[in-house]
């Protein structure tokens, strides 16, 4: 069955230090990875994705994503985090273009000042 | 762009009435999606169409949920009859074809209370 997990529900970071938000996926073939974020009370915005080539990608708002093939992983990653940064964080994996994406459960992230 | 558009944006409604739920997505996709958040479950996918036809429809939750595409800039979902275990947030996402990947934009949801 295909899968998303992102472990943490919570992560919690200070203003100004680097954030991991983690996210592995089980699923067949070569997917497309991408990650999405949510502030309260609005639809899910597009932050980056992985198609093919270089595994460090760039998105919006400064973040960036790893993509490890060995480790079925795609960690999203900033080097600095703000306040406003504060919101819900989902992983989604597209199995085969055409089909449906499948989303994690979603990690809350807390940025502290 | 306007972005995928919904409405209403929030609804409340007493149990056994019928609801409709309306979706307009971006000028030039063809593919619809609609979605149900809630606490407990996350995000669910419900059903979606390419090029208005429905592909998979698989997460309605049962035969009081059912959803149209009658042409390329025009969706709903309607819920008959409606009960409390249906409140969430439903969100409409559409996409592109015209791209090799085709991430998802969504819209802003509809707020769905029944009391």
């Known amino acids: 069955a295909q899968s998303v997990a992102q472990p943490e529900d919570q992560v919690n970071v200070a203003e100004g230090n680097p954030l991991t938000v983690k996210c592995t996926y089980s699923?067949?073939?070569?997917?497309?990875l991408f990650w999405y974020v949510q502030y309260p009370n609005r639809g899910l915005q597009f932050l980056l994705k992985y198609i093919t080539g270089d595994n460090l990608v760039k998105g919006s708002y400064g973040f960036e994503a790893e993509f490890n093939k060995s480790q079925t992983s795609f960690h999203l990653k900033k080097p600095s985090a703000l306040v406003s940064d504060s919101a819900l964080y989902f992983c989604a994996v597209q199995p085969v273009y055409g089909q449906n994406f499948v989303f994690g459960p979603g990690t809350r992230l807390s940025v502290l000042p | 762009d306007a972005g995928v558009i919904q409405s209403p944006r929030h609804e409340v409604t007493e149990m056994g009435q019928e609801v409709t739920l309306r979706c307009k997505p971006i000028s030039g996709h063809n593919s619809l999606f609609w979605y149900r958040q809630t606490m407990m479950r996350g995000l669910e996918l419900l059903i979606y169409f390419n090029n208005n036809v429905p592909i998979d429809d698989s997460g309605m939750p049962e035969d009081r949920f059912s959803a149209k595409m009658p042409n390329a800039s025009f969706s709903t979902l309607k819920i008959q009859p409606s009960e409390p275990r249906d409140s969430a947030v439903y969100f409409c996402?559409?996409?592109?074809?015209?791209?090799?990947?085709?991430?998802?934009?969504f819209g802003p949801g509809t707020r769905l209370t029944v009391t």
């Open positions: 699923v067949s073939g070569n997917p497309y």
């Open positions: 996402a559409s996409s592109s074809r015209q791209a090799n990947v085709g991430e998802q934009y």
